[in-house]
């Protein structure tokens, strides 16, 4: 590396340290902006000499980035930002923290994942999904697809590994008018994931037909866009790679969503030569993800976090939780966005039969929600009150960013 680059990783890897040590979160942030500032190029400098990968979408990337790191691990050491700071200062951390890798499997923030492509050179990136999100602040989705789009098309040579059952993805994934070919081009590498949430992608981002959906297909009913046949799939417990070989996948993550992460992961590995035998057994060693999926017990309550940011990730929530006593948490921070529109985006009518408790700070904004979907639900002032509101036995847990933050925070005080 050139001399400003050492000092730039050298000064980062301190100042996060520093932060650190004061009990400020994790440091990666500022150790990230103050390397950035000494040297803007930090970034394409501690990424240059190792093979990266970049893992991006509205949802699943925290969880995704981790199990792919896990499998890409099969080779040797990996560089990654496992906290979630995924814009470019989280990166220039996590780079100049790891030290010398040979690999790095990056959670990139969306909005920055062009930015990150060309700072970082990546081998291969990974498309999970694009949907709603922060109303107040994150661009349309459309929007969002168009500029990952023109990012892959400046990068010819990046392998892509997308998903085939988002329209928006697929076509982010395919440059203009030619779907048919960059179907079929060896450098897309499609995996089916399913996917809940539709109603992001009903219009067609190449000509505004309607997209129809039957079974798992898709299709625009006024051009060739339509779901390309996936590589990768994932069935009953397991994952079905390009050979047609299914694996058993035992994960300590619930739900169908997360073995679709964990085939996204191994299609991303297998893009660095990892077999699929060698690292499925890793990715059964991840146990919860920055606290998400967490279970800890508290006075004979078995309590599970879930995180749920948007109107997809509240559907995916609802599938991983069991059937028992339910607790919400909304609050319309800044992290969160400040617009609590979207619950009205999002059915509730899963929760109806089971006990529903309800806080935050945007506690009343959820129950008009759950009034008008017809959930019965019950308020509770703080997540004690809930834990003692609710008989001994599993109570889950769901909650938006800081709402998640500050249950966390508060069982940490316990345990
Ligand atoms: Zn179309």
């Not at 050298?10 to 990230?32: H, M, N």
């Not at 602040?137 to 892509?160: C, G, S």
Request: charged content about 20%.
């Amino acid at each position: 590396m050139p001399l400003r680059a050492k000092v730039a990783s050298s000064v980062s890897r301190t100042a996060a340290a520093l932060s650190r040590a004061a009990g400020r979160g994790d440091g990666s942030v500022i150790g990230g902006w103050i390397g950035l500032k000494i040297d803007p190029e930090l970034l394409a400098h501690l990424s240059a000499g190792r093979a990266i990968a970049l893992i991006s979408g509205t949802n699943g990337k925290t969880t995704t980035t981790r199990l792919a790191a896990a499998a890409v691990g099969v080779l040797g050491r990996v560089a990654t930002n496992s906290f979630g700071a995924n814009m470019p200062t989280g990166h220039t951390s996590a780079l100049a923290k790891a030290g010398s890798t040979p690999y790095a499997v990056l959670e990139v923030d969306e909005h920055y994942l062009a930015q990150v492509i060309e700072a970082t050179d990546p081998h291969v990136v990974a498309l999970l999904n694009l949907s709603r999100d922060q109303l107040d602040r994150a661009k349309e989705v459309a929007m969002m697809a168009q500029l990952w789009r023109a990012a892959l098309i400046r990068h010819p040579d990046v392998r892509i590994i997308a998903n085939a059952d988002d329209p928006m993805v697929v076509w982010a994934a395919t440059p203009p008018a030619t779907h048919d070919q960059r179907i079929t081009a060896p450098h897309v590498t499609w995996f089916s994931a399913g996917q809940r949430w539709h109603d992001d992608s009903w219009v067609c981002p190449e000509c505004g037909s309607t997209i129809q959906r039957s079974g798992d297909q898709w299709w625009c009913t006024g051009c060739p866009l339509r779901r390309p046949d996936p590589q990768w799939t994932v069935d009953d417990q397991g994952v079905v790679d390009p050979t047609g070989a299914w694996y058993k996948v035992k994960l300590q993550l619930p739900g169908k969503v997360n073995v679709g992460n964990a085939a996204t992961a191994l299609a991303v590995a297998a893009e660095f030569g990892v077999r699929p035998f060698d690292a499925v057994p890793r990715l059964g060693d991840v146990t919860s993800v920055a606290g998400r999926y967490a279970q800890v017990v508290r006075d004979g309550r078995t309590v599970r976090l879930l995180l749920a940011k948007n109107p997809a990730s509240w559907l995916e929530a609802f599938d991983m939780a069991d059937e028992a006593p339910t607790l919400l948490s909304i609050n319309a921070r800044d992290p969160d966005g400040l617009d609590t529109s979207w619950l009205f985006d999002v059915d509730f009518a899963p929760l109806r039969g089971r006990q529903v408790l309800i806080t935050g700070d945007r506690a009343y904004d959820l129950a008009v929600r759950l009034e008008v979907n017809d959930v019965p639900f019950q308020y509770v002032r703080s997540f004690d009150d809930a834990v003692r509101a609710v008989p001994p036995g599993r109570l889950e847990v769901i909650a938006n960013y800081t709402a998640f933050q500050d249950i966390r925070a508060e069982l940490d005080r316990v345990n």
